[in-house]
């Protein structure tokens, strides 16, 4: 169980790192090639590798076919359709239909211009960033966030990130801004045009 839950970790790593697509190529082998190259990672940070540095190339259409047809359990509920883009030179895509409802009926009311209660519903949800890499940490630095197309401040982003990445454990949720550790050895990951390289 724990070592499921250390993969489980780095799979939401890469997801990270992977964060709408039109034209993927989506399969339940690709899923699987993913799903494999995870166990990989996992194995050379158990194995403690060789001394060289081990690289894994992940792609844009494995990591969408996982979401697909593997992720659904890491997932939160109220969101769906999770899809990737990797744009390069570090800078990615995600998009997401959230369920903004959910979220509204936890916080107190904001007054007529808050976003949140101006686009309610299940909604197309777009977020691109950087992310930074290096020596073992990470940190995610947002460009630009949508709801259903319209602009939206990174405040408003963050809200939904807190709701829904809420555990008994951690209650406030994650800051997108925070500066996390990364995984199972992994010192960088190279996010290129359409695949990123794992770097251990």
């Known amino acids: 169980m724990f070592h499921y839950q250390r993969r489980s970790a780095v799979a939401l790593l890469v997801s990270v790192a992977l964060v709408p697509l039109e034209a993927a190529t989506v399969s339940r082998q690709s899923a699987d090639e993913f799903a494999q190259k995870i166990e990989l990672i996992q194995d050379q940070a158990d194995g403690g590798g060789p001394a060289e540095r081990q690289r894994t190339r992940l792609t844009e259409d494995e990591f969408n076919?996982?979401?697909?047809?593997?992720g659904e359990r890491l997932v939160p509920t109220g969101i769906g359709r999770p899809q990737v883009t990797i744009i390069g030179d570090g800078r990615v895509t995600g998009q997401a239909v959230v369920d903004l409802d959910a979220v509204?009926?936890?916080r107190s009311p904001r007054g007529g211009l808050d976003p949140l209660s101006?686009?309610?519903g299940?909604?197309?949800?777009?977020?691109?960033?950087?992310?930074?890499?290096r020596d073992g940490m990470a940190r995610f630095e947002v460009e630009s966030a949508e709801m259903s197309g319209i602009p939206v401040p990174v405040t408003v982003l963050q809200e939904l990130v807190t709701?829904?990445?809420r555990t008994p454990e951690?209650?406030?949720?994650l800051r997108l801004d925070d500066t996390f550790?990364?995984?199972?050895?992994?010192?960088?990951?190279e996010v290129g045009r359409a695949q990123a390289v794992v770097v251990q």
């Not at 299940?122 to 890499?133: A, D, E, M, N, Q």
């Not at 951690?170 to 949720?173: A, D, F, S, V």
């Open 65 to 70: 076919s996982w979401l697909l047809y593997r």
């Open 104 to 106: 509204a009926k936890r």
């Open 118 to 120: 101006l686009i309610g």
């Open 122 to 133: 299940t909604v197309p949800v777009s977020v691109t960033g950087l992310l930074h890499t």
């Open 163 to 165: 709701y829904y990445s």
């Open 170 to 173: 951690r209650p406030q949720g």
């Open 181 to 189: 550790a990364l995984p199972a050895g992994i010192r960088q990951i």
